[in-house]
Every structure is written in C-alpha cells, then in structure tokens.
Nanobody, 130 residues
Framework: QVQLVESGGGSVQAGGSLRLSCAPNVYTISSYCMAWFRQVPGKEREGVAAIYTGGGGAATYYGDSVKGRFTISQDSANNSAYLQMNSLKLEDTAMYYC?????????????????????WGKGTLVTISS
C-alpha cells in the first residue's frame, strides 16, 4: 500500500511563500504521476498542479487560479514531490493533499479531474492571513 506523507503547511501572511513536500513510500517517484489538490470545507476539491516525468521529460499542468504563482516539482534523489507556493492569497487557504498514481498520466487531465489518482495523503493545512 502506497502511503503519502505531506509536510510544510502552516500559516503565512498574504504575499508570502510556503513549500509543501510529499514523500511517498515508493521505490522510485519518477515512475509515478504526482499531483496536489486542495479543498475548503463546503467546496469541491480543486486540482492545483500535477507532474509526470515517466516519459523522460517533465510534463506539468496548473489550475488557472495558481498559474504563475505555484510550481510543482519532483526530486528523484529524495524521492519527493514539492509544491512551491509564492504570492499567496487569502483564497489559497485550504487543506492541501498530495496524490500519486503508478500509471502514466497527462497532468492536464489530472488537474481537471478526468484522471482518478489511486493514492492520497492525509493533507496539510495552509492558512493565509491578511
């Protein structure tokens, strides 16, 4: 069973930055489709960013609300995925979840919700204050 452990959440003022980390207990993260989602109570889960490096390159895709501010990356040496969040806004406040899937993926389909991820972390809370 794949387990994902997120870290890096916390409270920061608007305009600040945070970096979320996700460490799955898999042999090699480069063969996995990795993604970040977020959810606010009472609202639907939103795809934030996804990455797939199994094809040799690094295909990424971002939700419209975070494009230009967030960056998803993957580090094979540390077997971890990251979400660098800059220029944070009040509306970025949410529980952030890391997700993984052992199958090849198109990141755009993951973010838009057309590709179901197999494994999920328990989430890390991000709170943005004014």
């Amino acid at each position: 069973q794949v387990q994902l452990v997120e870290s890096g959440g916390g409270s920061v003022q608007a305009g600040g930055s945070l970096r979320l980390s996700c460490a799955p207990n898999v042999y090699t993260i480069s063969s996995y489709c990795m993604a970040w989602f977020r959810q606010v109570p009472g609202k639907e889960r939103e795809g934030v960013a996804a990455i797939y490096t199994g094809g040799g390159g690094a295909a990424t895709y971002y939700g419209d609300s975070v494009k230009g501010r967030f960056t998803i990356s993957q580090d094979s040496a540390n077997n971890s995925a990251y979400l660098q969040m800059n220029s944070l806004k009040l509306e970025d406040t949410a529980m952030y979840y890391c997700a993984a899937d052992p199958n090849p993926c198109v990141p755009r389909y993951v973010v838009l919700g057309y590709f179901a991820m197999s494994y999920w972390g328990k989430g890390t809370l991000v709170t943005i204050s004014s």
